[in-house]
């Protein structure tokens, strides 16, 4: 398999005998057929798709969808990396492993999220708050700003 990602099959040097070397005995009978190349590809396909009629926020990176702006709980979120918003539900997403970290509002148990079709790490899920003022957050998604756009419907 070629860097390109092609899959292709390269016929022995001693089978080109002639070929390779103006000094070689003329080579009997044909060359065997070499096998036809073969085009290896992932299709482009998300494994969710949003409805049309919604305004949406997409994977910056690759256009996937992520989350119906119904699903929006809050835009005063900061991320790692910078401004980030809150979603009650996300699709096209697959979480990691949790871990405990200190946030901005205390100790909780997260999973960084990452988008489905390009692998970028888009924010993290909440999988616990230890702070009774913050069990609201628990099975909600962070996506940062610097990795979504808005998509569709939103003039």
Known sequence: VCAAGVLTAHRPLQALGSLCSPWAAPRVGPLPPAPAM?????????????DDCHRRYSCAHCRAHLANHDDLISKSFQGSQGRAYLFNSVVNVGCGPAEERVLLTGLHAVADIHCENC????GW???QAFESSQKYKEGKYIIELNHMIKDNGWD
């Open 38 to 50: 073969v085009r290896i590809s992932k299709p482009k396909t998300f494994q969710a798709y949003l």
């Open 119 to 122: 692998k970028t790490t888009l």
């Open 125 to 127: 899920k909440y999988e």
